[in-house]
């Protein structure tokens, strides 16, 4: 499946109800070591209750400057929420559902090195 | 926000992850790639995911779904204006020769050895090595 | 000499912005209509660009990211194609204004028609871009640009009354016989010109291409530091010269004969000559820094390997690209259009873009991820804050004003 099509998705719950679209996907790379890097597998969707466009980041991150831009950014996109892979139970065209009772989590990275 | 954090007894929190984490819209998309020798290859247009059947029920426990390729050539157009290129017409650079992700994407290998090259292999030997000076270092 | 040399990147960029061939006659047009009454303009247009500059260069040396390729990894693939087609546009015809410019100065030198200058100076700017190491370009230009500083000598020497040079650049406002729309958008023409984009997209570049790391973020801030405020001194002294030679016999500028009068009333044939020289270099100079550019903004947008460092060969269709802009220069200026009036519009038009381009500059500084621990301070993000709101007020104002007034009729 190709990234751009999962990216702009519904966001459904298991009942059927709307709770945003899908702007990002979490990857981990931690899998079984491969040839150069090891591999790279999702382990999450980010949901964002109020828009489908992707972020510049701010409400992932610690980023806090510009400081009028990130509280725009941040304001725009409040609400965005991470859902593991293991809470998704079905991928089609436009939407991806999840299972009941999954879990809304915490969106924010961990830092990462700077390379 | 861990609005929902069920309390656990102390032991290693399964989802800690175990490696690098990143976002693939903020941190993989239109990224440039460049080769083993820090030559631009392309930007990261789109990028294929493996493991997931569209309409299929996801059984618990199932494998997650890996990066299968970085994709290039006409994806470019069809993220701008949207639609789809034919698997055939797809110029994908597998992950498996990504060496490391950092604000660039670095492959292990020479940039002539992809096809997605083929653009600049062309213009080069066909056009601008054809002109006298071409091949050679600036002075 | 060395420490000259060392500045030369910041040098030719500002010749290419603030006193390339729409620069000369805009500043000269300027001077004779309004005085020195812009000159405010132009002050904040050197401070913009020394801020904006400032951070696109750190960002090229801190995290080896080129400016361009910024903006296309923020605004995304679609509102990235938006500004490449401006700026792409915009380059375009600067490119043929610049060798349209190198013609008319070469005809000032010898008085032969500039139609038969422009193949000459198209192939001029093409062989450089070519075979020139990227040092030897920027300091033989740099250098020869500076020649224009003739321009401030002439000031001096035609014994002004600075009182009333003073008063108008301290009374900020349209003269009784011009009206305010006009002078607005000569305002905004001016502000454009200083920030156009194609300046921090070639000082990035360049940074890159002279392999500027994190140790030389000292000469980069200096490259700034000198050569942009220069470039606003030369454009301020070429306004002031218009100022007290064309304005009051109301000379009006329609070609660069009129630009370099002034100098010859001053100096002489001496003086003149040193001018033509100025000139000459500064539109070669743009030339190459525009050409360049579309080299740069095009290969870096689509991903491609660019770069003067790497052999033709290496850089295939960053190469292929610039000799078709040169060829389109060309194509443009044998219909016979007159290339400074291209650029009249063209500066307008960067004024639109300018938003698309900085916004992400001044994001990034900011990201710890490109830049480290190098990232803008408190006072830095202040004033960038405060230029993105100028840049879209005037970003806003440049289409109306240009078709309000008939483009400064």
């Not at chain 1, 059927?16 to 890097?37: F, Y």
């Not at chain 2, 034919?86 to 490391?100: D, E, H, N």
């Not at chain 3, 960002?59 to 990894?73: H, L, N, W």
């Not at chain 3, 194609?81 to 915009?90: E, P, R, T």
């Amino acid at each position: 499946m190709i990234l751009s099509d999962l990216l702009g998705s519904d966001a459904l719950e298991a009942d059927g109800r709307r709770v945003g679209a899908v702007v990002d996907v979490r990857l981990e790379i931690s899998g079984a070591p491969a040839q150069l890097l090891a591999a790279t597998e999702v382990t999450g969707v980010l949901v964002s209750p109020r828009s489908r466009f992707s972020t510049w980041g701010y409400e992932r991150r610690g980023e806090t400057a510009p400081v009028l831009i990130a509280r725009l950014q941040r304001w725009l996109h409040r609400g965005m929420f991470l859902v593991g892979w293991d809470d998704v139970e079905l991928v089609d065209e436009g939407r991806v559902v999840f299972r009941g009772g999954y879990e809304r989590r915490d969106p924010m990275l961990p830092p990462s090195p700077r390379t | 926000m861990n609005d929902e954090t069920v309390q656990r007894m102390p032991q290693p929190d399964p989802r800690a992850p175990r490696g690098r984490v990143l976002d693939a819209h903020l941190h993989l998309l239109d990224r440039q790639v460049l080769d083993r020798d820090g030559t631009p290859v392309t930007t990261v247009d789109d990028v294929e995911l493996d493991g997931i059947e569209l309409g299929a029920r996801i059984e618990p426990g199932s494998p997650a779904p890996t990066v299968a390729a970085i994709l290039t050539g006409p994806q470019l157009p069809m993220r701008i204006f949207g639609g789809h290129a034919p698997a055939r017409r797809r110029v994908a650079i597998p992950w498996k020769l990504v060496a490391s992700v950092g604000t660039t994407v670095r492959l292990g290998v020479g940039a002539d050895s992809l096809d997605a090259s083929w653009v600049e292999r062309w213009v080069s030997g066909h056009i601008i090595g054809r002109i006298p000076g071409g091949r050679h270092d600036p002075e | 000499m060395k420490k000259l040399f060392a500045v030369a990147l910041g040098i030719l960029t500002a010749i290419g912005g603030f006193v390339d061939i729409g620069d000369l006659v805009t500043n000269a047009v300027v001077g004779s209509r309004f005085g020195l009454g812009l000159a405010w303009v132009v002050l904040v247009g050197v401070v913009g660009i020394c801020v904006y500059a400032q951070m696109s260069g750190r960002v090229a040396a801190v995290s080896g990211r080129a400016t361009f390729e910024i903006i296309r990894e923020r605004l995304g693939p679609r509102a990235g194609l938006a500004n490449l087609a401006a700026s792409f546009l915009i380059n375009l015809l600067t490119v043929t204004a610049e060798i349209g410019g190198v013609a008319l100065a070469l005809q000032l030198a010898t008085s032969v028609d500039p139609l038969l200058w422009v193949p000459v100076a198209a192939f001029g700017v093409w062989i450089v871009i070519w075979r020139a190491r990227f040092e030897l370009l920027e300091n033989v230009t740099g250098l020869l640009g500076l020649t224009l500083i003739v321009f401030a000598v002439a000031l001096f020497m035609l014994s002004p009354d600075w009182g009333r040079l003073a008063g108008q650049a301290l009374q900020p406002g349209p003269p009784a016989d011009e009206p305010v729309a006009t002078y607005w958008f000569y305002a905004v023409a001016l502000f454009g010109a200083a920030m156009t984009p194609y300046e921090v997209f070639f000082f990035s570049s360049g940074a890159i291409e002279e392999k500027w790391t994190e140790k030389d973020l000292a000469k980069s801030r200096l490259n700034v530091l000198v050569g942009f405020p220069l470039g606003g001194i030369l454009s301020i002294a070429i306004a002031g010269c218009a100022a007290v030679v064309l304005l009051p016999a109301s000379i009006d500028v329609t070609s660069l004969s009129q630009v370099v009068l002034p100098v010859a009333e001053a100096g002489g044939k001496v003086a003149l000559s040193f001018a033509i020289v100025g000139i000459l270099a500064a539109t070669f100079g743009a030339a190459l820094e525009t050409t360049l550019s579309s080299g740069y903004t095009l290969a870096q947008y689509f991903g491609w390997s660019w770069g003067k460092f790497r052999k033709p060969a290496k850089a295939a269709r960053f190469h292929l690209a610039m000799i078709i802009v040169v060829l389109i220069a060309v194509a443009i200026l044998a219909t016979g259009v007159d290339p400074i009036l291209v650029t009249e519009y063209s500066v307008v038009f960067s004024a639109v873009a300018l938003p698309l381009t900085y916004l992400p500059i001044l994001i990034i500084a900011n990201d710890r991820e490109y830049m480290g621990d190098k990232v803008n301070g408190r006072g830095m993000n202040l004033v960038g804050t405060i230029y993105l709101v100028i840049i879209l007020v005037a970003a806003t104002a440049a289409i109306p004003l240009l078709i309000v007034t008939g483009a400064g009729a």
